[in-house]
Nanobody
Framework: QVQLVESGGGLVQPGGSLNLSCVASGFTLDLYSVGWFRQAPGKKREGVSCIGSSDGKSYYVDSVRERFTISRDNRKSTVYLQMNSLEPDDTAIYYC??????????????????????????WGQGTQVTISS
């Protein structure tokens, strides 16, 4: 069965950390780039990070840069999102999704992730992340 399954969400206090996992099955993860998205209550879903397939380069939106780290282990068919210094505004359901290429923009000397949901053809079910004291 072709699918992505996220795990690792939970309830943590502000300033805490979580490491999300996205496990792929039914297809060769190496061939794809993978993005992490999140949707907070009452808000539109937004992309936060993406990792390339061939070069493994990682990209972030400004709101999570320096706090989140995306990585992948193709032998385990898994993509990770290490989240540190978590803030209440990080509360959301987090999803991973596959695409052929991370869409990025070059601004102010930095490459930033600019997600376009229509370019992602397979999504996980999501994992809840809640940041609260």
């Amino acid at each position: 069965q072709v699918q992505l399954v996220e795990s690792g969400g939970g309830l943590v206090q502000p300033g805490g950390s979580l490491n999300l996992s996205c496990v792929a099955s039914g297809f060769t993860l190496d061939l794809y780039s993978v993005g992490w998205f999140r949707q907070a209550p009452g808000k539109k879903r937004e992309g936060v990070s993406c990792i390339g397939s061939s070069d493994g380069k990682s990209y972030y939106v400004d709101s999570v840069r320096e706090r989140f780290t995306i990585s992948r282990d193709n032998r385990k068919s898994t993509v990770y999102l290490q989240m540190n210094s978590l803030e209440p505004d990080d509360t959301a359901i987090y999803y991973c999704a596959r695409t052929w290429m991370c869409r990025i923009a070059y601004r102010s000397g930095t490459y930033s992730y600019t997600a376009t949901e229509s370019e992602y053809d397979l999504w996980g079910q999501g994992t809840q992340v809640t940041i609260s004291s």
